[in-house]
């Protein structure tokens, strides 16, 4: 493209962008949440329990007590995160929370077993963290004071050849964030061969070392389900059932705010893990654990539940990649996922524009997610991803907002472009 080309596509484009700005939008994609018509559907919650307080196994759920949580509880975890339901907790309404006790338990007192607190490593623990990932994961070790070792995600789940290296050479690593299904904010799906590797690494990591299986997006298919093989069969087969702590709620199946979260565990990881929680609570939530049964139960299951979210959900998803592909596709501007569940859209644009582009978006009232969020330490050393979040605004708003943020796109690109001429 000449100089003078470039300089009127600039122009054009600045006119664009001041046409947005003078529309005065108020639009916020930054966050995963469940929209009110997603969580309207689960507004039979209220009142499923009917005056009946008496759970399968004879439980007065309004008492003290049940520290695993009840049968039909656990068998909702179990089927979210593919183990048996002997192996669930069921405790509280945030899996944040969970992962946070286990992470504290861990570094305190050790997983479980012989396998000494991760605060005793010498020269401090590690953990490796997959990136682009989940800024809320990093937050819980950089509390803790957890070093924590990028590692890039491939398409198809982290890069294992520089996992097994890492672990393999480095001792103070303890363990590994893993959202194996439409990981956040990837959307990726980890590939069998990746889940094989990982269910591997507990036979030639450092003793207590922990894989965070956070299954957040078991359910939360846009289109067709992407396969994701089991990681137990895989452990069972390496014998290394132990290092693996597994995760899930029902915040975006039912009640964000008010659903039921889950922790599994096989081994010494199980028991250590229960022991600390029987210091912290007398019992969880019971209440609220019939009252999801009831009503899940009613409705035909979580399969039928998420099937009426993905009406809402999947019709957004559509719009970001239309709106992508028509403003951005063939342009070289940029780079995005097309997931096939979960909850976002990352996009990568050309090196150094995305703190930029995210400036330019919220001169314009649209508000992103913070560059370099979804990077430990938030610093994504290229200054490139953006994550997007299109669960929550109506479509109109995500189709604004998609406008809005290909104008910024461009015109950063195009100003970069025009500064390296000189
Ligand atoms: N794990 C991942 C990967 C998430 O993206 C989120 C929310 O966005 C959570 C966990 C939070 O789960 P909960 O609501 O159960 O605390």
């Known amino acids: 493209m000449s100089t003078q080309q470039l300089d009127e596509d600039i122009l054009a484009l600045e006119a664009e962008y001041a046409g947005h700005q003078a529309a005065g939008l108020a639009l916020d994609l930054t966050r995963g949440k469940p929209s009110i018509p997603q969580l309207a559907l689960s507004n039979a919650l209220d009142g499923a329990l009917e005056g009946d307080f008496e759970a399968s196994d004879g439980t007065d759920v309004r008492g003290y007590g049940g520290l695993e949580g009840l049968p039909e509880a656990r068998a909702l975890g179990a089927q979210l995160m593919g183990v048996g339901p002997e192996q669930v907790l069921v405790g ?31 020269g401090g623990p590690r953990f490796l963290c997959p990136v682009p990932g989940y800024d809320r994961h990093f937050g819980i070790c950089e509390d803790l004071g957890i070093q924590m070792l990028p590692v890039p995600m491939t398409g198809e789940g982290p890069d294992m050849n520089l996992v097994e290296s890492l672990v393999v050479s480095d001792p103070r690593i303890r363990g590994l964030w893993c959202v194996p299904r439409y990981s956040n904010p990837s959307g990726e799906t980890y590939s069998e061969d990746t889940v094989a590797r990982i269910a591997a690494l507990g036979r030639r990591a450092a003793p207590g070392f922990r894989v965070m299986w956070d299954n957040a997006y078991s359910a939360h298919h846009l289109g067709a389900p992407e396969p994701l093989a089991s990681i137990t069969a895989h452990c069972d087969a390496a014998g290394t059932a ?9 915040s975006k199946i039912t009640f964000a705010g008010a659903g039921l979260a889950f922790f599994a565990g096989y081994g010494a990881t199980l028991s250590a893990f229960k022991k600390r929680l029987e210091v912290l609570t007398i019992g969880p939530d019971k209440v609220n654990q019939l009252r999801h049964a009831r009503f899940l139960g009613r409705i035909g299951g979580i399969d039928a539940l998420m099937a009426q979210h993905r009406e809402i959900l999947e019709p957004k998803f559509r719009c970001v990649s239309e709106r992508l ?19 976002f859209v990352s996009f990568d644009t ?19 997610t913070p560059a ?17 979040a299109p669960s929550f605004p109506p479509l109109e708003d995500v189709d604004r907002a998609m406008a809005v943020f290909v104008t910024c796109v461009k015109l950063a690109t195009l100003r970069q472009r025009r500064a390296a001429e000189g």
């Open 372 to 388: 370099g969020s979804a990077f430990p330490y938030g610093d994504d050393p290229e200054d490139t991803n953006i994550r997007l």
């Open 242 to 250: 132990e290092s693996i702590a597994y995760f899930a709620s029902t």
């Open 350 to 368: 050309g090196p150094g524009l995305a703190r930029e582009v995210i400036a330019l978006a919220a001169g314009a009232g649209v508000k992103l």
């Open 92 to 122: 509280g309404n945030s899996s944040l929370t969970l992962m946070y006790l286990f992470m504290m338990h861990c570094h305190h007192h050790g997983p479980g077993g012989d396998a000494p607190p991760w605060r005793e490593t010498e």
């Open 325 to 343: 592909q028509e403003g951005l596709g063939n342009t070289g501007m940029g780079r995005w996922t097309d997931p096939a569940g979960g909850y």
